[in-house]
C-alpha cells in the first residue's frame, strides 16, 4: 500500500513534468515565430523606406535637371 501511493506520485509527478516541457516547447515556437515575424515587419517597413528615398531622390533629380 505505501508503495503504491508513491507510485502514484511518481507517475502523478511525471505527468506534471511531462506537461511543463510541452507547454515550455510551444512557448519557445511561439517565441520563435513571433521574433521572426517581428524581423520580417522591420524589414518591410525598411525596404519602404529605401523605395521611398530611392523614388524621392529620382523625382529630385528629374525636378533639378528639367529647371537647368
Do not use: N, P
Amino acid at each position: 500500500m505505501f508503495l503504491d501511493g508513491e507510485l502514484r506520485q511518481i507517475q502523478a509527478d511525471k505527468d506534471l513534468i511531462s506537461l511543463r516541457c510541452d507547454l515550455q516547447r510551444q512557448l519557445v515556437r511561439l517565441e520563435v515565430h513571433s521574433a521572426w515575424t517581428a524581423f520580417l515587419r522591420k524589414l518591410t517597413y525598411a525596404a519602404l523606406g529605401i523605395q521611398a528615398g530611392v523614388l524621392a531622390l529620382s523625382y529630385l533629380r528629374k525636378r533639378r535637371s528639367q529647371g537647368s
